[in-house]
Structure formats: C-alpha cells, structure tokens
C-alpha cells in the first residue's frame, strides 16, 4: 500500500484490485486496475498499456504491485503516478466454448468442398469433446485450411482424413484442432455374383454393374464387364465383391502380327473380313489393324479374344 503523501501529491492514483479477469491473449492495465486523476489523453495511454501475457484457460497469474510500478514508471515518465489498493492481482482469463460439434460441421463442409462431385459417403471417426478458449475482445471464430488438410493413405479412394481446425480469438491464430473423417468414394463398377477362386477366368455372366464402394486408388479408372471378360483371378474374389484391375489378370486378346476377324457394322449390316493387327491389345482396347484386302489401317475395338469390330456412325 503506497503511504498517504504519496498519494495526495500523485497526479494519477492507479488502484489495484485482488482479483481481475481479462479478454485478450494480452493483460492490459485499463483491464485489471482503476484509473484516476488522468486527463483524457493520459487515461487513453495507460489503460492501454500491456502488462505481459494473460493466463490461459484453465490457469491464473499473479502480477506484484512492485514489478507493475516499475513497468509505468519506465514507460510514463512524463506522468506523476503512484498504485493504491492491493499488492498483488491475480488474473483470470474470461473464457468462451467453442462446441465440438462447431468444429465438425465445418470440417465436414471444408471435406465435401475438397471432394466436389464425388459419390460419397462421410463418417465422423471420434467426437470431438467443448474447446475452452479466452473470450477475445472481439470474439473467437472457427476456420478450415483444406490446403493442409491430410489422407491417411495418400492415394486410397476410401480411408481416413484429418482436417485442421483452427481456432481464432481476436483474429489470431489460438488453437489447431484435427478432426478425423472416414470417407467411402462410391462409383458404378462391376460387382461378383458369385465366389471366383484363384486362376479361374471371369465369364460376362459371373458380374453386374451396380455402386460398390472403391478400394483401388481413387483415379484409376473402374474396369468394364468387357474388360474384365476371360480375365482370370490373382487371389480368391468373393461373391459382392467389387474388381479392381490389381485382383485379376488379363490376357492379351490380340496380339502384334497376328490374323484377326474384322466386323464392320453400317447400321443393320454387317460385314466380315480380315486384318492384321498392328498391336498387342486387350478386350475392350481401342487399336489398329490393317484390313487383308485393302491393306488400309483402321481404329477399331477388340471384342474378343482374335476378334476385333468397327462401327460405322
């Protein structure tokens, strides 16, 4: 307590409370302690004045009279003051709930952004429990960066992502929270109908198109039924099962040299002849024959195993 002299001939008297709470991530004299005697201008530069960092949730700090004066004397020469009231004050942060459930929706909007015009189905992977931060003198906001936004295994269609968070109080950058997604990419591919063991060959009628969730890398293109026909298994496939081009061998339909069967289709007709393909090539591959009779190339589609077609439109 500073002696009465003192204070009567102080041009400014600062008194210091026992207890104070603050906002910001800064304490601020005009925060914590009564001003008197300042003119406008005088009240205005010492109330904004820091002291040092404020506690955080959860936590106080205690700041001496003694170390506060030596901070004022320093930096306000021009001012006669002198502290009354406590020798020490303890500070509290005034705090603000950031839901949990705030945290999520906006990383599950900043996911479905990222994952524009995909099939999708999103699943959260734990919840997140209330945030506790200071109340800022303007607030606390909640935002996404999708630039640094992670997939648990970089190129897997379906697996885990993790989307930062981040909590803003006054604007500032306070907190990163990660939240965690399962996300299933869906696209229409060719499902089993039933068990196919190791080494067996798929036939046209063991598969049906229908949504399936992916489980090869996401851009790699779904196999067609025409692909995947004589096809035969790396491994056991079950029934349900989608097919990826890393579960099945194909065998080469075609191959560079060789003699061919050419079906040309004008409308209702069709017309068959012989060519030589230009190219080793798989069911469903576009490639190059050259026709026996003219000796003419010709882009066509390979159909079947030594056959391939070409359609007039």
């Known amino acids: 307590m500073m002696l009465l002299p003192t204070l009567l001939l102080a041009g ?7 207890d104070a709470s603050v906002l910001g991530s800064e304490i601020t004299l005009g925060e914590i302690a009564t001003i008197t005697g300042a003119k406008p201008a005088e009240l ?4 904004s004045f820091q002291l040092g960092y404020a506690p955080a949730p959860g936590y106080s700090r205690v700041l001496q009279d003694w170390k506060i004066q030596g901070q004022l004397q320093r930096a306000f020469s021009d001012i006669q003051l002198a502290l009354d009231g406590e ?3 303890r ?7 950031v839901k949990g459930k705030e945290m999520e929706e906006a990383a599950a909007v900043a996911l479905k952004a990222i994952l524009a015009g995909e099939d999708m189905e999103l699943s959260l992977a734990h919840s997140l429990d209330d945030e506790i931060v200071p109340k800022g003198l303007k607030g606390r906001r909640v935002v996404v960066q999708p630039s640094t936004t992670t997939i648990s295994s970089s190129k897997t269609a379906t697996g885990s992502w993790s989307i930062p968070v981040q909590i803003l109080v006054d604007g500032t950058p306070y907190r990163t929270v990660w939240v965690s997604y399962d996300v299933t990419l869906f696209r229409n591919m060719p499902v089993l109908r039933r068990d196919i063991q190791k080494g067996e060959p798929i036939a046209f009628d063991d598969m049906v198109v229908k949504r399936a969730p992916m489980t090869s890398p996401s851009n790699e293109k779904p196999m067609s039924p025409t692909e995947l026909i004589g096809a035969t298994a790396n491994r056991q496939l079950n029934m349900n099962q989608p097919v990826g081009r890393r579960d099945v061998t194909r065998s080469k339909a075609i191959k560079k040299g060789e003699t061919v069967s050419l ?3 004008n409308g209702t007709i069709l017309v ?3 060519g030589t393909a230009l190219s080793d090539a798989y069911i469903g591959d576009t490639t190059k024959v050259q026709i026996s009779n003219t000796m003419k190339e010709l882009a066509v589609t390979v159909v079947a195993a030594g056959s391939v077609r070409f359609e007039i439109k």
């Open 44 to 47: 205005e530069r010492l109330a």
């Open 263 to 265: 079906v040309v289709k």
């Open 12 to 18: 400014v008297t600062i008194t210091l409370p026992k």
């Open 87 to 89: 020798r020490a004050c």
């Open 272 to 274: 068959k002849t012989y």
């Open 91 to 97: 500070i509290r942060p005034t705090v603000a709930t």
